[in-house]
Nanobody, 126 residues
Framework: HLQLVESGGGLVQPGGSLTLSCAAS????????IVWFRQAPGKERGGVSC????????VYADSVKGRFTISRDNAKNTVYLQMNSLKPEDTAVYYC???????????????????WGQGTQVTVSS
């Protein structure tokens, strides 16, 4: 049974930082590309960042480039999303998802990912 659990969300002031974690159980992340999506109230779930199975390739949404960093520690079976210079518009529920893939590039297409976590709330507010 594949399970992903997100953690690390919370309330932070504008300009602050948070690090989200996506921990996998029931499978090894070595063979999986991982994506972070987010969904704000009343908006569609959109891609934030993804990382391929080896960590050698990453993709970012334009809105987070230069502020967010995705990384993975396959030994810990965990993927991270370091979020700096947070803005109120980053407020959302953040989800991680996985797909078994050895493609050199990850793709932030929601339909590709078949295992999802339950989400963690990030609120950026003063």
């Amino acid at each position: 049974h594949l399970q992903l659990v997100e953690s690390g969300g919370g309330l932070v002031q504008p300009g602050g930082s948070l690090t989200l974690s996506c921990a996998a159980s029931g499978f090894t992340l070595d063979y999986y590309a991982i994506v972070w999506f987010r969904q704000a109230p009343g908006k569609e779930r959109g891609g934030v960042s993804c990382i391929n199975h080896s960590g050698g390739s990453t993709v970012y949404a334009d809105s987070v480039k230069g502020r967010f960093t995705i990384s993975r520690d396959n030994a810990k079976n965990t993927v991270y999303l370091q979020m700096n210079s947070l803005k109120p518009e980053d407020t959302a529920v953040y989800y991680c998802a996985a797909v078994k893939s050895f493609q050199p590039m990850c793709i932030m297409s929601r339909a590709r990912y078949d295992s999802w976590g339950q989400g963690t709330q990030v609120t950026v507010s003063s």
